[in-house]
């Protein structure tokens, strides 16, 4: 492969020029599915993070709400209303604005277990790599068994267990930093493995040994010199554990056991509809599951273009 | 062969023991078990003598060692909701989990095996796009929405099959089977392609890359040098060794469908194991919860032992590995 090594005569060219002349970003164009990808995940991030602004209705202001407008269904069918766009819940809710409403609370979830797993398993995988011995072999075989079960199945477990230690109440307003705490539990394990592979390569490398030699602390080397040369797949890992976070928070919600009908994911409007499924008002909870496929496929696809991306290997095949 | 058998069994009862020392935890510190079993009112004294009959002032590890040993038994206690011995709620319940886990097991494998191999062999044809392309779809779907909506198109627009529950059941012994009756089989259609869908699309993926990766090697391009008819190549030469891949997969995967029953259950209102599981973890029954995770833990945990032994004597070629490796 012929690379033209950057010339460091000329002046640097800026940050915008550099990220539009750059590998990845012509992986980018050349991939059309990967642009919508881009697009629908911008738009359905826009439409959550700006739901107070632009949601056409708010759900939670039970003033505005009438039963009169309960369950209306989509524009394009009879006995609608043109204000209620995708139609209205049993309560008079606009379907569209608790959809906006509850993809927020699903990304923040998303987010914040993806960041709690990756700092913790970024974490203890510096330290199996570095030490080593036997704190190397504790962490390794938690590891190990946690990953011969199912995901799904440690997070229920460990929200079961946050549940069975708070009382009810209490456990509504907790709610979201459980769901949070369980994901984010059942999902390190990937993290530490592969910062523990590249740690291991890494630390024997001449520039730790010049580190250690002028005495830096070992916390130091570890997050300051190690870290930035690992982080990478790392973040493309994160790239996809985020549609499964997503995923499994909806699945935890949809269960009954994650976010309360009060302060609703995406997973709890899908339980919640799910009851009126039967009398055919179909459109409470199709939506909503819509809206969470096409959130997690469309991160998918932006992870696994990522991968690729980013991955030098493949691009000598292509 | 027999020191790697001590070492995995060895493996094996230590993942056991650690997951009764989980179970054990949950119920030492989760909940209060006197407080639940006395009431609002009671004295020190009664709180005493209670302690000391459940064995609760004993030292940490002699109650955990009784607890194992009561585990081994089938004995976890009573449920805090339903006020049964727990190993009866579950025994009844066990029957329906896995007819479902193996009825979608077989429905994954039988319809997983035939698509990958096309789709291996007609790598470019249309149809095999569409298989992929849907395939795709299906892992982003989570289990939960295919269920939704299988139940809305099957159920609630034609009405072919029921949505919920496991229709009439013959009492075998203590076994309660859905195979012989009418009813009992069309409930579980529903169910198993919900459960099964995943590792449909996983065989599927498998056997394809499998397929298309000894179809490459050079005893195949002899095979076919020796003038051996089509079918004989791909599924006298072939297919048989992508097998011993798949069969470890599909042997694992039977523990993820009993685990991702727990989500189809629910969404069918299956009465099986899972979904008295999610009805204990939103009660906060302890027991349940501890007798549930310590039953699943050992379905994969043996599992993964008989996976693991049979590619051992099944692949002759690991056992070279783990020898020039020094045994690691």
Redesign the interface.
């Known amino acids: 492969m012929a690379t033209t090594l950057p010339d460091a005569t000329k002046t640097a060219p800026g940050l915008s020029a550099r990220i539009l002349d750059s590998d990845v970003f012509y992986s980018f164009r050349k991939s059309p599915l990967t642009m919508l990808a881009a697009l629908v995940t911008l738009v359905c991030f826009s439409g959550a993070l700006l739901a107070p602004w632009i949601a056409p209705h708010n759900p939670f202001d039970l003033g505005s709400l009438n039963l009169l407008d309960a369950s209306r269904p989509p524009v394009w069918i009879e006995d609608s209303d043109p204000r209620f766009l995708l139609g209205t819940d049993n309560q008079g809710r606009d379907v569209l604005s608790t959809i906006m409403y509850g993809a927020r609370v699903s990304l923040l979830v998303g987010f914040a277990s993806v960041i709690f797993a990756m700092v913790l398993g970024v974490t203890l995988g510096l330290i199996s790599g570095y030490v080593g011995g036997a704190v190397d072999a504790v962490i390794m075989r938690i590891a190990d068994v946690q990953l011969s079960f199912p995901a799904i199945l440690i997070a229920l477990l460990i929200d079961g267990i946050l549940r069975a230690a708070f009382s009810h109440q209490l456990h509504d307003q907790f709610a979201l930093y459980v769901l949070i705490l369980s994901v984010g539990l059942s999902y390190w394990v990937q993290y530490a493995r592969t910062v523990r592979g590249s740690t291991l390569v890494e630390k024997n490398k001449e520039y730790v040994q010049a580190a250690r030699v002028i005495g830096v602390h070992p916390i130091r080397l570890l997050f300051s010199h190690i870290l930035p040369n690992v982080i990478g797949p790392v973040l493309v890992i994160a790239t996809i554990n985020l549609a499964l976070a997503i995923i499994t928070e909806a699945t935890l919600s949809f269960l009954g056991v994650g976010m309360p009908p009060t302060k609703p994911s995406l997973g709890t409007l899908i339980n919640v509809g799910n009851d009126f499924l039967m009398s055919g008002e179909w459109w409470i909870t199709i939506f909503p599951g819509l809206a969470l496929v096409l959130m997690a496929l469309s991160v998918n696809l932006l992870g696994d273009w990522l991968r690729d991306a980013l991955n030098p290997k493949l691009r000598v095949t292509r | 062969m027999i020191a790697f058998i001590i070492r995995r069994l060895l493996q094996s009862v230590l993942?056991m023991l650690?997951v009764a020392f989980?179970a054990f935890a949950?119920f030492t510190?989760?909940?209060d078990p006197i407080a639940i079993m006395l009431g609002q009112e009671f004295t020190e004294q009664d709180r005493a003598r209670i302690s000391a009959e459940l064995g609760l002032d004993q030292p940490f590890f002699v109650q955990f060692a009784r607890f194992v040993g009561n585990a081994v038994q089938g004995d976890f206690g009573l449920s805090y909701r339903l006020a049964r011995p727990v190993e009866e709620l579950l025994l009844e319940r066990l029957p329906a989990t896995l007819e479902l886990s193996l009825v979608a097991a077989f429905f994954a494998l039988l319809v997983g095996l035939p698509l990958g191999v096309y789709t291996g062999l007609n790598r470019d044809s249309w149809l095999s796009r569409v298989f992929l392309t849907v395939s795709l779809?299906g892992v982003?779907?989570?289990?939960?929405?295919i269920g939704?909506?299988l139940?809305?198109v099957f159920s609630?627009e034609v009405n072919w099959f029921p949505?919920f529950g496991r229709g009439e059941t013959v009492q075998l012994g203590w076994w309660s089977t859905g195979f012989l009756t009418v009813s009992g089989l069309r409930s579980l259609i529903l169910p198993s392609i919900t459960l099964g869908l995943f590792q449909l699309t996983l065989i599927m993926r498998l056997v394809r890359a499998e397929m298309l990766e000894v179809l490459r090697t050079d005893y195949i391009k002899f095979a076919r040098a020796r003038g051996l008819s089509n079918r004989a190549v791909h599924f006298g030469h072939a297919l048989k060794n992508t097998l011993v891949p798949v069969i470890t997969i599909t042997g694992l995967q039977l523990g993820?469908i009993i685990?991702?029953a727990?989500?189809t259950e629910?969404v069918f209102q299956w009465p099986g194991m899972g979904y008295l599981?999610?009805q204990?973890?939103?009660f906060?029954d302890?027991p349940v919860?501890a007798a549930y995770?310590c039953l699943?833990?050992f379905f994969?945990?043996a599992i993964?032992l008989i996976v693991d032994l049979l590619y051992y004597a099944v692949d002759p070629r690991l056992r070279v590995d783990r020898a020039i490796s020094g045994g690691h």
């Open positions: 993942v650690a989980v949950l510190y989760v909940g779809i982003s779907l989570p289990t939960f929405l939704i909506l139940i809305y609630v949505s993820a685990a991702f727990i989500i629910t599981f999610i204990s973890v939103y906060a302890v919860m995770l699943v833990a994969f945990v993964n």
